[in-house]
């Protein structure tokens, strides 16, 4: 069939011949995309982060979505405190991050209000 090769970050690839005798790379083994957190360093699956996204062409700034330059962040107080003090992910965007932004994050962590059963509507 072909041999297996190492990339650059240690991904196991084979190669295989196509017609014309072009060699293409298949992934053996899919390894799940990990992330750092811009606040403190810790590295986990994508999903365990909030994405915060600087919207190319523009220096728009956003939450979870669109296509650019992206700097992830734990869903942790201590994390969003450090984050907004030092501007970490305005220095890893190169783009002025928002207040509105931090205090959507800010309210993604507080508990969402529960119903009360006596309270009336």
């Not at 996204?53 to 700034?61: E, L, N, Y």
């Given at each position: 069939?072909?041999?297996?090769?190492?990339?650059?970050?240690?991904?196991?690839?084979?190669?295989?011949?196509?017609v014309?005798?072009?060699?293409?790379?298949?992934?053996?083994?899919?390894?799940?995309?990990?992330?750092?957190?811009?606040?403190?360093?810790?590295?986990?699956?994508?999903?365990?982060?909030?994405r915060?996204?600087?919207?190319?062409?523009?220096?728009?700034?956003?939450?979870?979505?669109?296509?650019?330059?992206?700097?992830?962040?734990?869903?942790?107080?201590?994390?969003?405190?450090?984050?907004?003090?030092?501007?970490?992910?305005?220095?890893?965007?190169?783009?002025?991050?928002?207040?509105?932004?931090?205090?959507?994050?800010?309210?993604?962590?507080?508990?969402?209000?529960?119903?009360?059963?006596?309270?009336?509507?």
């Open positions: 069939m072909g041999q297996i090769h190492h990339n650059q970050h240690g991904a196991r690839h084979t190669a295989a011949l196509l014309g005798g072009k060699s293409a790379l298949t992934t053996q083994l899919m390894k799940p995309n990990y992330r750092r957190c811009v606040s403190c360093r810790q590295v986990a699956p994508k999903e365990a982060f909030w915060v996204v600087r919207i190319h062409p523009g220096h728009q700034v956003q939450l979870d979505a669109g296509m650019g330059r992206s700097a992830y962040l734990c869903p942790q107080a201590t994390c969003l405190k450090a984050a907004q003090k030092k501007n970490r992910l305005g220095q890893a965007l190169r783009a002025a991050v928002p207040l509105e932004l931090y205090q959507s994050l800010w309210q993604r962590l507080s508990p969402a209000p529960f119903a009360d059963p006596q309270c009336p509507k």
